[in-house]
């Protein structure tokens, strides 16, 4: 392991014996948290495009937006395998006969190697759970969910909008049905310290997941997080900080998840803080070396 990690991009190679690109997805869904039927006004940190500022367009079809992906790509490294993943807002927010439409048209395109569908643990019900299962047994099916903390004062904080009962439930019903779990968390909520952050990491290891995304909070321009940044900043750590707070996060995690992401980088034009974020390779590079200089790894800190 030479990431002293379980990198996507090593758990692709060992499953597809190649390297497996993403193609973001737009399905043209909302959110329950921002039509009126859990709230208005989306988690405090999203942007006005649901997160997903770097998903295709919801005017062109799934295949429309699949062959843009492919041939934005293509141009720049040979690329023939990809995962279709549903990015943008809530991806199982609609009727099933229409999620059925959408992911059997990216299912459909024989380049596509893994369905990808981000959603809520409260937009999971058994009639969605059984579609998943049965394009499962075609290609694998991945459901990522947004935890981002355990925590209820902040869970309040950033309007996440369900209980983590509610994640709890929707994970077991996930497994018992053979479906992968990734999880998002962000680290660096306000209020949220090392101890507090690493209670949601520890959660996580008798989650019985697969996967997690790991991110700095970003303040993008426009959110409501924004506006709370700026009467009153909360702090917001320099690269530095962030990279041993994620070494620590990374140790103690359970050596079998495969981490999907340690970083993000939002879109520049709307990006309030940190400003550092925007240096993604460089950001990585310092982590890999941190890891390396420290002989830490995936799972030291880990007790099961």
Known sequence: MDKRYYSLDTYLKETFHEKVYKITLNGGMTCPNRDGTVGTGGCIFCSAKGSGDFAGSASLTIPEQLAKGKAALQEKRPVRSFIAYFQAFTNTYAPVPYLEKIYTEA???????????????????EDVIALLSRLNRIRPVWVELGLQTIHPDTVRLIRRGYDTDVFDRAVRRLRDAGISVIVHVILYLPGEDEDRMLDTIRYLNRCGIQGVKLQLLHVLKGTDLDALYQRHPFHLPDMEEYI???????THLRPDIVIHRLTGDGPKELLRAPLWTGAKRTVLNRFHQYMKENDLWQGKDYHG
């Open 107 to 125: 299912l459909s395109d024989p380049d596509v190697k893994v369905l990808s569908v981000a959603t809520r643990p409260d937009c999971l019900d």
């Open 244 to 250: 041993r707070m994620l070494a620590k996060c990374v």
